[in-house]
């Protein structure tokens, strides 16, 4: 079931995860077994979720999982540490999810026509005519956030995959955009077209819901 | 002198992930933030934005199942082995 991290719970991305894997990779390096499970732990689900944007079967994408982190250490040696752990992780992921060739991403990411907002929310001087009403500083003084949760996971489901790679990882993940870009091979232009289009759906569907409580 | 014209909303709310994620001109940037100065609604949207975004990046992984996790384990221990050569020696 979906849920909210703790507010006090440090995210991944967070101060000290990159300085955390460094040092589990050395003792990885070293041949420990319990700093290799930590990575896994630590990087499970977006690589998962990552693999999930390229094949539709769950089975599949654990099987890329696992055969990345096979790739990772039968390379481990080569890994320089100019980008970080979890970048080098999930490009490696992206490269075999590709070379599986289950769905190869077939689509050019274009400049998608469909706005952000209906555009008959607007009149015709392009203010707006159905202005959206006032509910960031008190979701969760109306809402539980686990009611959220779901929200978005299911409004990411329905992303495009390429949509949805793009937000997870930056929006989820908390990638840097260039992260981002070279973990999927995409333009700077290009990423911030897709996630443009991704927070935007992300926003129209909690409004939804909570315009409906 | 002549200036550039003002944004409208319906701009306003594409170029709202550019404003984010500091992409924008620095003409555009204050364009931008004019508009913001004397739109109620346009600062409505940009915090739901922000919600948006604070809700999405709280959204928890799943934990790796036990089973699963075992998986991974027998990958280490396979690759440990070849590693090590035959005797399962630490390397020289």
Known sequence: ?213 | MLRRQELVCQQVVELVSDYLEDALSPRDRRRFERHLAICPHCTVYLAQMHETLRLTGRLVPEDLAPEVADEFTEIFRRWSAERNGPGDRPPP
């Open chain 1, 1 to 213: 079931m979906p849920r909210f991290k703790p507010r006090n719970r440090r995210p991944i991305a967070g101060p000290g995860g990159a300085d955390d894997d460094a040092q589990l990779l050395e003792r990885l390096r070293s041949g420990d077994e319990a700093a290799f499970s930590a990575l896994v732990e630590r990087h499970h689900d977006p690589m998962l979720r990552l693999a999930r944007t390229f094949v539709q079967s769950q089975a599949v994408a654990e099987e890329i999982v696992q055969d990345t982190w096979v790739a990772v250490l039968h390379g481990i040696e080569n890994f320089e540490g100019r980008s970080s752990l979890r970048t080098w992780l999930l490009a490696i992921l992206v490269n075999r999810a590709r070379s599986t060739g289950a769905r190869e991403a077939r689509t050019v990411p274009s400049a998608d026509p469909t706005p952000a907002v209906d555009a008959a929310r607007f009149n015709a001087g392009g203010g707006w005519s159905t202005p959206p009403e006032q509910w960031a500083e008190d979701v969760e003084a109306r809402l539980s956030a686990d009611t959220l949760a779901p929200v978005i996971r299911e409004e990411l489901e329905r992303m495009p995959a390429r949509q949805r790679a793009v937000v997870m990882l930056r929006d989820v993940d908390q990638l840097r955009s260039d992260e981002v870009c070279q973990v999927l091979g995409l333009s700077a232009v290009n990423e911030r077209v897709l996630l443009h289009r991704g927070r935007g759906r992300l926003r129209q569907a909690l409004e939804d819901a909570i315009g409906g409580c």
